[in-house]
């Protein structure tokens, strides 16, 4: 009972403070009728895209609800359906707000010229979007437990039995309708990012390859036809798109370590020693949720500290501070609940599982840290305060070539060490509480999430307000501050995707892990025949394929960005070639065309990668049973982490090396000049990595994961390989 009072409280809390801070920002001046107007054009193109999305998603949501329900049981197609409506609002009360807070930061800045008030109005914005990103999530979680739990009887962990359904599949039923939940957050999300991504990437791509680099005119520049459609995709893509996807991440840590625990109750009681007893399944159970309400309380300290703290003109620093003091009072508050919950708790080792006194806390701060560290390799290796940007930037004196190589290179380097942080973490959090460590390490990285939400989503909402600046020919000194601000926002977006795929990596071998024992039976000697058993032929076919998997969803993405863009470039040169005013500024340039092209676009190409992320582990299961799926799961988990990786911090780089060019830091080349021409290209190359192919990976690796987890039980036993018999020549 008093898991449900901290979890309802971090609820009501978080979202009413989310509510205080939305109005507050609603009530700001709007500034001039040209910013109102060129605001009120964002906002009806972002919501037109988003209302069509819904009506495509929900419509194949609806159909694998029904499936989930026919298959597995009822109870798992309405998680499910709770699972997308989380994610579903949390993304569009985020884009609501974004819509809302770009044009008053934009004002802020012309009215105070103030980088701080006017950074201050920005995360205020952006704070909406994170507290609702932790408050839906944890809603969703709150009914699971109240009506679900209550309804089949799991909550009484000492009757927790293995049950059958229809066709006599064993499976627990909690475990599956968590599951379900979790598989609705990552769905919507995956429709949000991809969508989203598409949407941005090709307006984006449109405007500065025709604008910047042939028409060479200012970026956000009124004359360009894309650049409300750019405006438009910052909100559909970074708002909508990054709180769905970290909702999903949040969910995924969280549903992992439920799951394990389950499992490891059941594995341990058939084997017969070592039993673990109700009253700390129970425990286990539950403190990764109260972990997790505890950690949005925390933020909701982090996020008002900024609020009503003086601000200073640093916003870099402000920023941290807000991340650190939720960080901060995550492991305080944290720790004093690990004490109470497992005092007097004797260490238990069973089946690969270990868990005594305060371990599940430690393994909580090697996540927390871990975190912390590769959010900071990301820093290094995306802002132009550092090396590698630079060098990115200076490179470009001798030719675009030279652009594109060293970003490349500089990627592919970024990669090695944030994944060695993650195994110092996952073998550090092993150590102290087993595989249900590695989960809580994920829910740790994660615990502070509506802050870095918040962080994320300020980045956005700053990129409007410059763009609305620009349209509306405001002064240099308000564009000024906005760029600023924008500037710093593409760093802590690049941290923001850092925290996503290594929390992502740790939830998705957590789920990698109750998938291997999910397939023990009645002869739990075998518990573990799968995870060792890696020369099975079956498993490493199933690895093999599984690593291409990312590359090819990658290439599907980034052709699907490719088509919407060239048909932006040609719908940008057709409109400055048949109406040449636009250019002088006498005709207004036609915008809602640019905006159909991009939602048509992603609305048309969102469909085939969910597709992708769905089918691979069902096709493979059915055919050729758990043991390839094993596999497919392990190769799909190792290469989509480094290609994230590296399409994340190539891309922002790319980004940020046009940006110090633009800020002078290239002597002697500016603004139009032939090497601020080369790292618009790269910029260009890089934008459908880092905002579509990059999000979009950790997500498919735990998509494949839930979808698994969920079907495992049915082709476990129905596989065409076990018809035919031919299962036992590869054992």
Known sequence: ?????????????????????????????????????????????????????????????????????????????????????????????????????????????????????????????????????????????????????????????????????????????????????????????????????????????????????????????????????????????????????????????????????????????????????????????????????????????????????????????ELNISVWVSAATTVLTTGVLTYFMFKGESTLATANFNVGFMSPWIAAITGILSGVLIGLVAEYYTSYDFKPTKNIANSSIQGTALTITTGLSSGMKSVLLPVFILATAIISSYYFAGIYGVAMAAIGMLSFVSTTVSVDTYGPIADNAGGIAEMSKLEPDVRKITDKLDSVGNTTAAIGKGFAIGSAALAALSLLASYLYSQVGVDTASTFSLSLNILNPLSLAGAVIGGAIPFFFSGVLIDAVAKAAGKMVDEVRRQFREEPRILTGEVKPDYKTCISISSEGALKEMKFPAFIAISPPLIGGFIFGAEFVGGLLIGTLISGIMLALFTANSGGAWDNAKKYVEQGGVKGHGKGSAVHDSTIVGDTVGDPLKDTVGPSLDILIKIMSVVSLIGVSIFQKFNLFALLGITELFK
């Open 1 to 317: 009972m008093s898991g449900y009072i901290i979890m309802a409280a971090a609820v009501v809390i978080t979202l009413f403070v989310a509510y205080l801070n939305f109005n507050k920002v609603k009530k700001m001046k709007t500034g001039t009728s040209t910013m109102q107007e060129i605001s009120e054009a964002i906002q009806d193109g972002a919501n037109a895209f988003l209302l069509h999305e819904f009506k495509v998603m929900y419509k194949i949501a609806i159909l694998v609800a029904v499936l989930l329900g026919v298959v597995v049981n009822w109870y798992v197609g309405v998680t499910f359906i709770l699972g997308a409506l989380m994610s579903g609002t949390a993304g569009f009360v985020g884009m609501r707000i974004a819509t809302l807070a770009n044009v008053r930061v934009t004002n802020t800045a012309r009215e105070t010229k103030s980088l701080g008030k006017t950074l201050k109005v920005a995360f205020q914005g952006g704070s909406v979007m994170g507290l609702s990103v932790g408050g839906f999530a944890m809603l969703g979680l709150l009914i699971v437990f109240v009506i679900f739990g209550k309804i089949l009887g799991q909550l009484d962990i000492s009757q927790l039995s293995i049950q059958s359904n229809w066709i006599g599949i064993n499976y627990i039923p909690f475990t599956m309708t968590v599951s379900g939940y979790a598989l609705g957050c990552s769905l919507i999300a995956m429709f949000d990012r991809v969508g989203g991504g598409i949407f941005t990437k090709a307006a984006d791509m449109g405007a500065d390859l025709v604008g910047k680099t042939e028409a060479h005119i200012p970026e956000d520049d009124p004359r360009n036809p894309a650049t409300i459609a750019d405006n438009v995709g910052d909100n559909v893509g970074d708002v909508a798109g990054l709180g769905a996807d970290l909702l999903e991440s949040y969910v995924g840590a969280i549903i992992s370590s439920i799951v394990l625990a389950s499992y490891m109750f059941f594995i341990s009681n058939q084997v017969g020693r070592d039993a673990m007893s109700a009253e700390l399944v129970s425990k286990l159970i539950t403190y990764p949720v109260m972990f997790a309400a505890i950690g949005l309380l925390s933020c909701v300290i982090g996020i008002l500290v900024l609020v009503f703290k003086k601000v200073s003109e640093k916003p870099h620093k």
